[in-house]
């Protein structure tokens, strides 16, 4: 339960699936124990066995266990020295908030996610997509022993068998299927890795892995009964199939060992050392919020430097924290845009990237290193520090690939493709070049680094490589037919071919055809 809350109640099928062939059947293997109503009543059945109260204590003691982390929400939010707890639910109706997901929905990653919305195809596609999950989780071998162990379910079913185990089998069967397809069925949120991250994700797949694993268990346990009258073959392959679990260690080890990567510590770093003192900076995304929290309260590096998260400000008590340790600012307004208005002049102020919120009219957001500073359009000044920016080295980004860091990685390529735009516009042609191609380093596949490289070229005189670099912005997008008047342009002012010209005018001229008809 406390991968997702909300995911638990998708048990709920199975549970009553359990329940039910438990009662329309009187079973001896179950010593005729029945499925009471009341907690109470079901002590009746231990007749002063003092183990079975033992049990039954046990189990309501882990119950309860289960509710103490929200107990602890409560504790952190009123004594936390970091702005770091969740809409800072410090009384039960916050906490309730919390706990019905108000700001994110029931069974979305996401605010603002409607899984209604996705097309049909798009969730035929998440299943087959969350097979391959499986697969690439439990390698091959893994996938075949949980098959074999689900097929007793449905070979019971076919025997009609109502024994005890028939009982297990279905409820594990279909806690799998409502937590892991169905669930995803309906949830239609990328199964692997995209800009959202592995952290996002991951706490939806550990519920219907764990009925998995179980499947794999049970895989095992037949194969051995399969061949219990060969005890040589039983007593080779029943060892080999356990150690399948070492071997799957061993082998995703690898690809989960965060112990050397350094990726998001190094992001909040960057962010935080260009800001100047006493600056208050406002993060945007859930990556930027830990990676500066991180540095700023765990490391102690920049302790001049406070925050105000978007995250945190459209809920209730935005400005909580930051009234505590910045009593001097402005905190009338009841608004993002209001408070940078009124304190645009007494304290340097940041965003993490492009402004999510609506600026004041008279403000706006100006590159510095690795942030934006708010700033007046009469202190309007492009900060050039992006000199002192640190490359990633290509170990770096294929590590970074590797251990799923997506949205650090996006962020990366979003500050390289900022300060390559600084770099092309003072014609300082060298290093915009050499931020387009590390930001291709680790996304190939954007086509507006690509052309913002190509129109680098262009300027450099480089015809041919800013030719190529437009011509795969094409290979990466047949519908980018606006790259033709670039292709045209290229060819009149850096080529001075007149084929080409032609050639290129006869293209845009084809494809604008075949865009109208379309």
Not at 191 to 208: A, D, M, N, Q
Not at 256 to 268: F, H, K, P, T
Not at 312 to 330: A, C, I, T
Not at 381 to 406: H, P, W
Request: glycine residues 4%; contains cysteine.
């Amino acid at each position: 339960g406390l991968s997702n809350h909300h995911t638990i109640i998708l048990l709920l099928p199975a549970i009553i699936y359990y329940k039910f062939k438990s009662q329309i059947t009187n079973h001896k293997s179950i010593t005729k124990l029945k499925i009471q109503k009341s907690i109470i009543k079901s002590f009746e059945f231990c007749h002063l066995n003092l183990i079975c109260y033992l049990n039954f204590v046990i189990c309501y003691l882990f119950f309860i266990a289960g509710l103490l982390p929200y107990l602890y929400i409560i504790w952190r939010s009123r004594t936390a020295v970091v702005p770091v707890a969740w809409t800072y639910p410090d009384t039960l109706q916050k906490l309730w908030r919390l706990f019905i997901r108000s700001d994110y929905g029931s069974f979305s990653p996401v605010s603002g996610f409607e899984p209604s919305l996705a097309l049909l195809n798009d969730k035929l596609w998440q299943i087959t997509n969350y097979l391959g999950f499986l697969n690439e989780d439990f390698l091959l071998i893994g996938v075949i022993l949980a098959v074999i162990g689900g097929s007793l379910f449905l070979y019971n079913r076919y025997k009609n068998y109502n024994n005890y185990n028939s009982y297990i089998l279905g409820f594990l069967f279909f806690g799998w299927l409502f937590t892991g397809p169905l669930f995803l069925f309906y949830a239609s949120f990328p199964v692997r890795l995209s800009i959202t991250g592995l952290e996002v994700l991951e706490r939806f797949y550990l519920l219907p892995n764990i009925f998995f694993t179980i499947f794999i268990a049970i895989g095992i346990y037949i194969i051995s009964n399969f061949f219990h009258n060969r005890r040589v073959l039983r007593f080779l392959l029943v060892p080999l199939l356990c150690f399948y679990i070492f071997i799957e260690f061993s082998f995703h080890f690898s690809e989960v060992n965060q112990r050397n990567n350094y990726l998001a510590s190094e992001l909040g770093r960057n962010l935080l050392r260009d800001a100047e003192e006493k600056a208050i900076i406002i993060p945007q995304g859930d990556v930027v919020n830990f990676s500066v929290f991180y540095n700023r309260y765990v490391e102690g590096y920049r302790p001049d430097i406070e925050f105000l998260t978007m995250n945190l400000f459209h809920k209730d008590n935005g400005f909580k924290y930051l009234k505590k340790v910045r009593p001097e600012l402005d905190f009338s307004g009841s608004s993002m845009t209001k408070f940078v208005a009124n304190n645009v002049d007494k304290t340097p102020l940041y965003v993490t990237g492009r402004p999510s919120f609506n600026l004041p009219e008279d403000i706006i957001a100006t590159p510095s290193g690795w942030l934006f500073r708010l700033v007046k359009y009469n202190n309007y000044n492009v900060y050039k520090n992006y000199k002192d920016y640190i490359f990633l080295s290509v170990e770096e980004i294929s590590r970074g690939k590797t251990l799923g860091d997506a949205a650090v990685l996006d962020y990366y390529v979003s500050h390289l493709g900022t300060v390559g735009e600084i770099a092309l516009k003072d014609k300082n042609y060298s290093e915009a070049e050499g931020f387009f191609l590390q930001s291709l380093q680790i996304q190939p596949f954007n086509i507006y680094t690509h052309i913002f490289l190509a129109k680098t070229y262009a300027e450099e005189k480089k015809c041919p490589e800013a030719e190529k670099s437009f011509l795969r912005v094409l290979e990466l997008n047949s519908k980018a037919n606006f790259i033709y008047t670039d292709l045209v342009a290229l060819s009149q002012d850096c080529f001075r071919d007149e084929a080409k010209i032609k050639y290129y005018e006869l293209k845009k001229q084809q494809e604008d055809s075949s865009l109208e008809k379309l």
